[in-house]
């Protein structure tokens, strides 16, 4: 039986923590708030300059690996 995938799962939950909206992230970044969300949902792909930037500006103690694993449908 597959289960429900959140790509990036871990940025989501990051950003929970730290009580950060998909806004805060974009504009930490200097990327539009629709862009950021077409890649964090996996509709765009990102790229690792910008999941790189995302985890030094936003989330600088959260190893990068962990931060942007994507999630297994098994």
Do not use: H, W
Request: with cysteine.
């Amino acid at each position: 039986m597959k289960r429900n995938c959140v790509i990036y799962e871990n940025v989501r939950i990051e950003m929970a923590k730290n009580n950060l909206t998909i806004l805060d992230v974009a504009k930490n970044i200097g990327m539009n708030r629709e862009t950021l969300s077409r890649k964090l949902s996996g509709r765009s792909p990102i790229s690792l300059v910008e999941a790189f930037n995302i985890q030094q500006k936003c989330f600088p103690e959260t190893d990068i690996r962990v931060l942007f694993k994507e999630c297994s449908t098994a």
